[in-house]
T-cell receptor
Framework: DAGVIQSPRHEVTEMGQEVTLRCKPI?????LFWYRQTMMRGLELLIY????????DSGMPEDRFSAKMPNASFSTLKIQPSEPRDSAVYFC????????????FGPGTRLTVT | QKEVEQDPGPLSVPEGAIVSLNCTYS??????FMWYRQYSRKGPELLMY????GNKEDGRFTAQVDKSSKYISLFIRDSQPSDSATYLC?????????FGQGTRLTINP
């Protein structure tokens, strides 16, 4: 299996622009998670889906952030408009249901907003 | 106060040393305790997990959980330069994982 695939790997954009991050989970996994990692705050869960349905979006920082999962093999995280404080590494992870809920992480997207 | 506390380090030790990494937590409902390893510019990968209290050994790695003290540890024996990474503890909360800050570890040859 190719593992969790994320694109792009790096994104540099200007403040105010729309940013879209993409994720393809491992085939057969029915849970998908979006995280943000910064030096100051560590790894934070933004939102997660079960069977393409958003279950918990309490970690989404603001209305500028939105996530969708139109099918079992694709998800997007969108930031509109982007701000410099959104600069971070964004990870997507997937897992199958059932304990211990081992999550497999993608390589991440390094976002820089200038 | 964060639910999971982990000393961010950095921690630097010579090759061959025994390394001890620790986390404390406040939520007594946590049942699964995990350790993830993250190499520079990579995603975290699950190293090992433990259910409830007790020890679990996997090669040079031992995970220990003390639920009465709300304290978990990861021991690395005969540490190697390839063990240099950031180690994150994580605990389950109804399918969500709550991560510690991560400890950056460097093993010096």
């Amino acid at each position: 299996d190719a593992g969790v695939i994320q694109s792009p790997r790096h994104e540099v954009t200007e403040m105010g622009q729309e940013v879209t991050l993409r994720c393809k989970p491992i085939s057969g996994h029915n849970s998908l998670f979006w995280y943000r990692q910064t030096m100051m705050r560590g790894l934070e869960l933004l939102i997660y889906f079960n069977n393409n349905v958003p279950i918990d979006d309490s970690g989404m920082p603001e209305d500028r952030f939105s996530a969708k999962m139109p099918n079992a093999s694709f998800s997007t995280l969108k930031i509109q408009p982007s701000e410099p404080r959104d600069s971070a590494v964004y990870f997507c992870a997937s897992s199958s249901t059932g304990y211990p809920y081992e999550q497999y992480f993608g390589p991440g997207t390094r976002l820089t907003v200038t | 106060q964060k639910e999971v506390e982990q000393d961010p380090g950095p921690l630097s030790v010579p090759e061959g040393a025994i390394v001890s990494l620790n986390c404390t937590y406040s939520n007594s409902a946590f049942q699964y305790f995990m350790w993830y390893r993250q190499y520079s510019r990579k995603g975290p990968e699950l190293l090992m997990y433990t259910y409830s209290s007790g020890n679990k050994e996997d090669g040079r790695f031992t995970a220990q959980v003390d639920k009465s003290s709300k304290y978990i540890s990861l021991f690395i024996r005969d540490s190697q330069p390839s063990d240099s990474a950031t180690y994150l503890c994580a605990m389950d909360q109804a399918q969500k994982l709550v991560f510690g800050q991560g400890t950056r570890l460097t093993i010096n040859p």
